[in-house]
């Protein structure tokens, strides 16, 4: 990875990365209490079980807040307007990331998103998200 925007991608995120590689979006599911859980780690948040494992997300979501940056420090500065959010995802991880194909004045609580995969400059891939239908 060349690009200076990029996560740091340790053992417990390197498969959730390659995942994403590969245009999936993966949460860590527990085999216990069932729930899903995001960032991806060895155990479930929830209840505490080590019987966790990566399954395959719906991609849909729901816009639960977000702002607008305008201006930001090197090396995040290069994509500058774009919207941060945090949006819940169908299976209850609340992640977050961007929302891209989407006016300001449609940005609203609530609202129908799927995820979407942007491929940058050097190849990488990252989830972004964008209006459910679009
Ligand atoms: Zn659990």
């Given at each position: 990875m060349s690009a200076p925007d990029r996560p740091t991608i340790d053992s417990d995120s390197q498969a959730w990365w390659a995942a994403v590689q590969d245009h999936k979006l993966l949460v860590n599911t527990?085999?216990?209490?069932g729930q899903a859980s995001l960032y991806?780690?060895?155990?479930?948040?929830?209840?505490?079980?080590?019987d966790v494992a990566l399954t395959q997300a719906s991609g849909r979501a729901r816009l639960y807040t977000w702002s607008i940056v305008h201006r930001n420090a090197a090396p995040f500065d290069?994509?500058?307007?774009?919207v941060l959010a945090m949006v819940d995802l169908e299976e209850g991880p609340r992640l977050m990331t961007v929302v891209e194909d989407c006016t300001v004045e449609n940005l609203c609580a609530d609202l129908n998103l799927e995820v979407a995969f942007r491929t940058d400059e050097d190849g990488f891939v990252v989830p972004v998200f964008r209006p459910a239908g679009n």
């Open positions: 527990c085999r216990t209490c991806v780690r060895p155990f479930c948040p929830h209840c505490w079980s080590e290069v994509r500058t307007p774009y």
